[in-house]
DNA sequence: ATTTGGTATTTGGTATACCAATAGAAAGAA
DNA sequence: TTCTTTCTATTGGTATACCAAATACCAAAT
């Protein structure tokens, strides 16, 4: 009799921590007066496990920023700032535009296919009633210059960041015509990438994404103020 | 009267976090046969807390890569492969380009000159007996191109795959004439950030990486293929 | 009624005890 | 001798107990 050696890869420490992750994707951290605190005992009854795992799946988790923990008081989600979000959209620049770089050198033409396989949906453009689908796509998009790269590290390096991109993009892609915009981007990234221009396809993705950055910048600094005119109102 | 208030972020975790991450960065873990092991209850006896502590620690450490938690076998230090570094590399290329092209765009005159302070130093040519100061010096020039970026995440990023470069600059500073050819790469880019030539600084950043990268991957297979026969030799 | 000091409770930080898996040593069979 | 097996010791994973800080609450004094 033939048995697969059982998954020995299991513990809590990483459930929790993945669970916990997944949790706090699905948490609109910017909606005003949500749960920001997490409550160590309760989670671990929660979530049938001790305190001890739990701490070390925090622990990760603050080394990631997604939490903040401090002493004494408690675990808190953190709540990005805006300047946070502009450096994390840098970032994300940096790394895709280097991944764009890499896939134009060593990608198979089977690969790069399957960018325009993703976009090639909306080539007639968007209709509005798909804009969230349209957002998932997207999202794949993105991620799929990753992968073809070929670099597992900056794949993982943006993965770190992507929670919060994908929280970004989604929120930004309702405003102004940024679809259309985005669907062209896309064609053009792909255009280089057929064409094995390594540097046309590292320029664009950076272009690309620092249009996201410029719009976030240009139109959430409103938003922050609106919100710090109404902290104040409120008092 | 007025106080300040007392340091109550002293916490163990962070502490020993810290203090292992030295320690590790201390450590020639390309060494035959040097100590890979880290044992928790030795670990926690020699630091003089318990090992509840000591593992969060470790539990953020494995975040950063810098360790591996085999289940039930125990916890040791990752040993890069060839391919782990390169990727490195790649990433570092990555963010210290973008580092360079924020810099040309948002650096005082000041904050660029203090570049040129540092490789001031070396327009005459090094002399041999200052590999070691210079490698230091290296160091410090491409960590103040992060500084002066204005982009604490990049640098963040960037300081998270340091230990390894440190390790990797100083072992290929020795090999070939690289040491000639740092110096002019790094003039090249003052002169870049000087002229606020945010697209030229950001490509001789990107070159002058992607050149050491070119380097390592010549000539460290002949190493790794050394290494291979000696241990086939051991057998 | 308000302020203030103390007390109880909550909660995160740390230590310790226990469990389970692995590896290595010792013992036994071929 | 050598291979196998079993037992034990080591070590990481988890649970729990305890401590100390922070906060909330209450009572007494003004």
């Known amino acids: 009799m033939k048995l697969t050696p059982i998954t020995t890869n299991f513990t809590l420490k990483d459930h929790v921590y993945q669970r916990l992750k997944d949790a706090i994707a699905g ?82 033409d089977a690969e790069i296919s399957g960018l325009r396989k993703i976009a090639a949906k909306y080539n007639e453009g968007v209709r509005d009633t798909h804009i969230s689908e349209y957002s998932d796509d997207n999202i794949r998009f993105h991620q799929h210059i990753f992968e073809i ?33 985005s669907v062209v981007d896309h064609a053009e990234i792909i255009e280089a990438l057929e064409a094995r221009d390594a540097e046309g396809a590292a320029e664009r993705v950076r272009a690309h994404t620092m249009r996201l950055h410029e719009h976030v910048r240009r139109t959430w600094v409103e938003l922050e103020e609106a919100r710090a005119a109404k902290a104040a109102n409120d008092r």
Not at 80 to 102: P, T
Not at 155 to 174: K, S, T, Y
């Open 149 to 181: 790269s070929g670099c597992g590290l900056l794949r993982e390096m943006a993965d770190g960041l992507f929670v919060h991109m994908q929280a970004v993009r989604l929120r930004a892609m309702n405003e102004g015509n940024r679809v259309e915009r």
């Open 27 to 108: 948490v609109d951290i910017y909606d005003e007066g949500a749960e920001l605190r997490l409550d160590e005992r309760s989670l671990s009854e929660q979530l049938g496990v001790s305190r001890t795992p739990l701490r070390e799946a925090i622990a990760r988790l603050e080394r990631d920023a997604l939490v903040e923990v401090i002493p004494r008081k408690g675990v808190y989600l953190r709540r990005k700032s805006l300047d946070e979000i502009l450096e994390m959209i840098v970032a994300w620049a940096a790394l895709e535009s280097m991944a764009a770089r890499l896939a134009a050198e060593v990608a198979s």
